[in-house]
């Protein structure tokens, strides 16, 4: 039986796991997907360098979205994000980047809790069309190094 069940037995993220990452923060368990569609937003893996959720839509009861949130640095400075926010200016190209464009010791990690989720919950990749995650937003100005975040949706 799982732990997850009606009640969820999943604490609420308290406040010291808001994303963006921090320093000091706890490793959590290895990708803690939960085994069943979670009703709420849940932090599923963190450690110094990222934060990876787990949330249900919003709008619509059967998507469900995993976001990896990073700070911005000299690896994420030149993604390119799906959706418009602000960033410093610069020139991109306008497609966004997939999560292949970090780093194999980023990527894996995310990549690694999108096969959990799809194993896990019996959920497919809506989006991206094609790999595991876009460049889903960059914030330059949150935080003290900005946040770059990548999302994938299920349905």
């Known amino acids: 039986m799982s732990a997850h069940t ?4 999943v604490a609420e993220t308290p406040a010291n796991h808001a994303s963006p990452p921090v320093p000091n923060a706890t490793t959590t368990t290895h990708n803690n997907v939960p085994d069943t569609f979670p009703r709420k937003e849940l932090t599923v893996y963190r450690d110094t360098e990222m934060v990876i959720r787990i949330r249900p839509s919003q709008s619509s009861g059967n998507d469900l979205y995993l976001t990896m949130y990073m700070h911005a640095d000299s690896r994420t400075e030149n993604l390119t ?10 020139e991109f190209d306008d497609s966004p980047n997939t999560i292949k464009a970090l780093p194999e010791s980023l990527s894996e990690q995310y990549v690694e809790a999108v096969e959990t989720v799809v194993g896990r919950l019996g959920v497919e990749i809506s989006c991206p ?3 595991y995650g876009l460049c889903h937003r960059r914030h330059d100005k949150l935080g003290k190094h900005g946040v770059v ?3 994938t949706r299920f349905a």
Do not use: C, I, L
Request: cysteine-free.
């Open 6 to 9: 009606d009640g969820q037995a």
């Open 81 to 90: 994000p799906a959706k418009t926010s602000h960033w410093d200016n610069q």
């Open 129 to 131: 069309a094609s790999g």
């Open 149 to 151: 975040s990548f999302r």
